[in-house]
């Protein structure tokens, strides 16, 4: 890191590849946020989320299948070491923190790490107090900077986050690379370093939560690791910078092509009049979801829907909140044995 006037400034160039491809990666985000939004965007997202939590471990060297992974996210027993299962539940919870956690506040980072690596190791949540390295498949990529000067490092690094002026891909290559460069915890830098990344590029566009940068590093390790040692061999994050965006344009690309429709599970036909969702533009396709699994299973509970739909209970009643709102659907009964009545409104209009 260079010295500014009284605080380190991470030294990177901006080449006109690296100008170039943040150009191309902004017109693939529009696509990609459209591509979000067809009938089978939900699936893709929690796909991807899979693919996110595999990834991310596999690297660290968690032996889990993406299939174990995903019997771990949906509760079924697994039969593995306890430690690769805790990594895996650890995971779960820091993603589902995502949206709350604010990608240029330090000690949210804190925080996150606090539940990625609870039960795995001591003082998860504070950084480290003894020396650590980066390790690849050819040995020692880089010596990390002494555990006394990694607080001062990191909030240099936290501030400069906040307060440049570059294009928020550029900084949140920059990050990583600075991130992973200072290494601030005894372990789980990998993990975290992925995770903020991805936190940064969501300041950009909501699509990159659903994105799976992990996979982009799990895929091409190697030369991940090769960026790395380059860019410390040049003393600035340049070559890594390039090499991460390229990598998350090719994301993109990759992540726009043929619909997940038919292995939907459960598909329940559109049973929404037309006129009804023109009456509320500011509903969600996934509300509009809610309703057609209540109008097929009016006595479903709002786990049923969660399990059904893939999302969470919380969304679930988000959605009936909205629908009871609106007066379109009502609850008849307590939450356990009543049932959803779609009201007479709705009915009419199928008529």
Same mark, same amino acid.
């Given at each position: ?121 001591? &003082?998860?949540?504070?950084? =480290? ?6 390790? #690849? $498949?050819?040995?020692? @990529?880089?010596?990390?900077? +002494? ?41 789980? &830098?990998?993990?975290?370093? =992925? ?6 590029? #969501? $300041?950009?566009?909501? @699509?990159?939560?659903?994105? +799976? ?139």
């Amino acid at each position: 890191m260079k010295k500014g006037k009284n605080r380190y400034i991470p030294p990177f160039t901006v080449s006109a590849e690296a100008i170039n491809l943040v150009a191309e990666i902004s017109a693939q985000v529009e696509h990609f946020a459209i591509r979000l939004e067809q009938k089978d965007g939900l699936l893709l997202r929690k796909a991807n989320r899979i693919k996110t939590i595999h990834s991310s471990l596999a690297i660290e060297g968690n032996t889990l299948s993406e299939g174990e992974v995903r019997d771990v996210i949906n509760g079924k027993t697994v039969v593995a070491p306890l430690r690769e299962i805790q990594e895996v539940k650890n995971a779960i919870q820091t993603y589902e923190l995502y949206p709350k956690l604010d990608a240029f506040k330090e000690s949210d980072l804190l925080k996150a790490h606090s539940v990625m690596m609870q039960a795995l190791v001591e &003082n998860a949540g504070s950084y =480290r107090k003894g020396g650590v390295g980066v390790f #690849g $498949k050819r040995g020692l @990529v880089h010596l990390a900077p +002494p555990a006394e000067r990694v607080p001062f490092l990191m909030s240099d690094l936290f501030h400069w986050l906040r307060h440049s002026e570059d294009h928020l891909l550029i900084r949140s290559c920059v990050f990583h690379y600075e991130f992973e460069f200072i290494h601030p915890f005894i372990d789980g &830098n990998g993990r975290i370093g =992925r995770l903020w990344q991805s936190l940064i590029l #969501g $300041k950009l566009s909501p @699509v990159f939560e659903h994105l +799976p940068v992990e996979n982009m590093v799990y895929t091409n390790q190697q030369n991940y690791y090769d960026a790395i040692a380059l860019s410390s061999k040049k003393g600035e994050s340049g070559p890594f910078v390039v090499f991460m965006l390229k990598e998350i344009l090719k994301t993109l690309k990759a992540h726009q092509g043929e619909p997940l429709e038919k292995t939907l599970p459960n598909k329940i036909p559109n049973k929404i009049p037309n006129k009804t969702k023109k009456e509320h533009p500011e509903f969600l396709e996934m509300t509009w979801n809610v309703l057609n699994h209540i109008i097929a299973n009016p006595r479903a509970t709002s786990a049923e829907l969660a399990e059904a739909l893939h999302i969470s209970d919380r969304t679930v009643r988000k959605h009936t909140a909205l629908l009871r709102n609106a007066d379109i659907i009502q609850r008849v009964g307590s939450n356990k044995t009543g049932y959803w009545q779609v009201l007479k409104t709705i009915n009419n209009k199928k008529k």
